[in-house]
């Protein structure tokens, strides 16, 4: 069954301080790995899609690579505005598939 | 990025009548939509896919009757949610996707439904 799982549920941060959020998938043809952002009350909004293990993208603090089982969000020196949800998950489907997400809260 | 347009973002119905819900893509065409039903503090659960000029494809669970779909144009897609109860309440979100790639999805803004 293809299955994708975020972790950790929630964490929280000091504004500074760098870490990395995970997504691990069992997707069987796998077309691309996508990453979104979402802030209470809306859409989400388009950050990345990863297409093969290897691969890096960068925008602004947050780097995205993916391995053949996972991926990883990395978030350097956050700040307190880039508190939010962030989903991964994958276009195996027409539809996208997503995780279950990760609340990110940044304090200052 | 492209523009998708959802309207109304928030609505509160009551029990028994129907919702309809907007979903527009104001810059491009998008022959397929699809929309989401979101919980609080849960990720997002398609519900169906919505192509234009044909009948919508629901996800297992969801009922047809109740959450109908329409995609008239390459440009506009609606949910209509008939006889809605207060356990409908909840965030729907639409989505479209520029051309045959499904790799960059455009999300609208939501609406929020709460049935009293």
């Known amino acids: 069954e293809d299955q994708v799982t975020q972790s950790p549920e929630a964490l929280r941060l000091q504004e500074g301080e760098s870490s990395s959020l995970n997504c691990s998938y069992t997707v069987s043809g796998l077309r691309g790995l996508f990453w979104y952002r979402q802030d209470p009350g809306k859409g989400p909004e388009f950050l990345f899609t990863?297409?093969?293990a290897g691969e890096e993208k960068e925008k602004e603090r947050l780097k995205a690579t993916l391995t053949k089982k996972e991926s990883f969000l990395h978030i350097t020196a956050p700040k307190p505005e880039d508190s939010a949800t962030y989903l991964c998950g994958d276009t195996g489907r027409r539809a996208l598939t997503f995780g279950s997400g990760t609340r990110l809260q940044v304090q200052p | 990025g492209a523009v998708v347009s959802q309207h109304p973002s928030w609505v509160i119905c009551k029990s028994g009548t129907s919702v309809k819900i907007e979903c527009r893509s104001l810059?491009?065409?998008?022959?397929?939509m699809f929309w989401y039903r979101q919980f609080p503090k849960q990720s997002l659960m398609l519900m169906a896919t919505s192509n234009e000029g044909s009948k919508a494809t629901y996800e297992q669970g969801v009922e047809k009757d109740k959450f109908l779909i329409n995609h008239a144009s390459l440009t506009l897609s609606t949910l209509t949610v008939t006889s809605a109860h207060p356990e409908d309440s909840s965030f729907y979100i639409c989505s479209a996707a520029r051309g045959d790639s499904n790799t960059e999805a455009f999300f609208g803004q939501g609406t929020r439904l709460t049935v009293v």
């Open positions: 990863l297409y093969s």
């Open positions: 810059d491009f065409q998008a022959t397929t």
